[in-house]
């Protein structure tokens, strides 16, 4: 387990309390409401009074630093409504799997690092339309929700699909935004870093929790394509398959004969030490002359 791992499994061991319960509701009914709020205002949104401006946020308002959560990123209705349902959906999940403090703190850690990400972007581009928001976090939850729920299905336009595969299109989501991000650089300068850091702290706040799964599904995977290409798993193919075209059984024991054909109820194994792929029953799997 990494140190940061380590060191986050702790501090929510020792502080059970500092969550707060049912996050995601209160980003969820937050956001309905200023979307709502927003469409009776004429001059002057409630989204733009809340949205995350560095500039603002240093001549005073302060409030930005947190109430960026709940400004919208639509105002198409039935956008939105899709939006906060799977955000609370997986929110809740996770919170129920990770327990109230951990999941608080996946949520926090990705708030204080869009934090740092559009101040430092606005330091390099300076200019009061600077902004960012907690859009790439929330689509970052997703990538946490497969991680542990990989093989669920859910049904996309009535079609059963598995959410590995959902979280793949979100990759691809994530990497077409930040290219075609750093292709308006040109145009629009540096402003356009926004959608580049944006999306790269989003995945960052997520390796940060998921680094030690990550690396030990790749060590499955390499574990087990290994097997499938080892010496022995080849010839227990091979041998299976041969056996089945010629003899009519699969296993035997090179002791006493005896088949699986034979006596179907009988325990075959296969000896590691025999130079060979010799089977025996279990009679004879420890009493026998390991052939070299």
């Not at 986050?8 to 709502?36: E, Q, S």
């Not at 009535?158 to 959902?166: E, G, M, Q, T």
């Amino acid at each position: 387990m990494s140190v940061i791992q380590r060191w986050l499994d702790r501090f929510c061991y020792k502080h059970p309390r500092f969550g707060i319960p049912n996050l995601m509701l209160i980003v969820v009914i937050g956001t309905a409401l200023v979307w709502l709020l927003d469409q009776f205002s004429q001059s002057y949104s409630m989204s733009n009074l809340l949205c995350f401006a560095p500039y603002f946020i240093l001549q005073g308002e302060v409030w930005r630093l947190v109430t960026f959560i709940f400004v919208p990123e639509t105002n198409s209705l039935i956008f939105l409504a899709i939006s906060l349902y799977f955000y609370y959906w997986i929110g809740s999940v996770l919170e129920k799997h990770w327990g109230t403090t951990k999941f608080t703190v996946f949520y926090l850690a990705g708030l204080v690092l869009n934090i740092l990400a559009g101040f430092l972007v606005y330091f390099v581009f300076p200019t009061p339309f600077n902004t960012t928001t907690m859009y790439y976090v929330n689509l970052s939850l997703f990538f946490s929700f497969a991680t542990l729920y990989g093989d669920m299905q859910v049904l996309l336009i009535f079609i059963p699909i598995k959410v590995k595969w959902l979280a793949w299109l979100d990759a691809a989501l994530f990497a077409f935004d930040i290219i075609l991000s750093l292709t308006k650089i040109p145009t629009l300068g540096l402003i356009a870093l926004v959608g580049v850091v944006t999306p790269i702290v989003a995945i960052l706040n997520y390796l940060i929790f998921f680094w030690d799964d990550l690396m030990a599904s790749l060590g499955r995977v390499k574990r087990q394509a290994a097997h499938q290409t080892s010496r022995q798993t080849v010839n227990f193919k091979q041998a299976t398959r041969h056996a089945q075209q010629t003899k009519g059984y699969i296993h035997k024991c090179a002791v006493c004969g005896k088949t699986d054909t034979d006596y179907p109820d009988e325990e075959f194994r296969y000896c590691s030490k025999c130079n060979g792929y010799y089977c025996y029953c279990s009679e004879h799997i420890h009493n026998h002359v390991h052939i070299q």
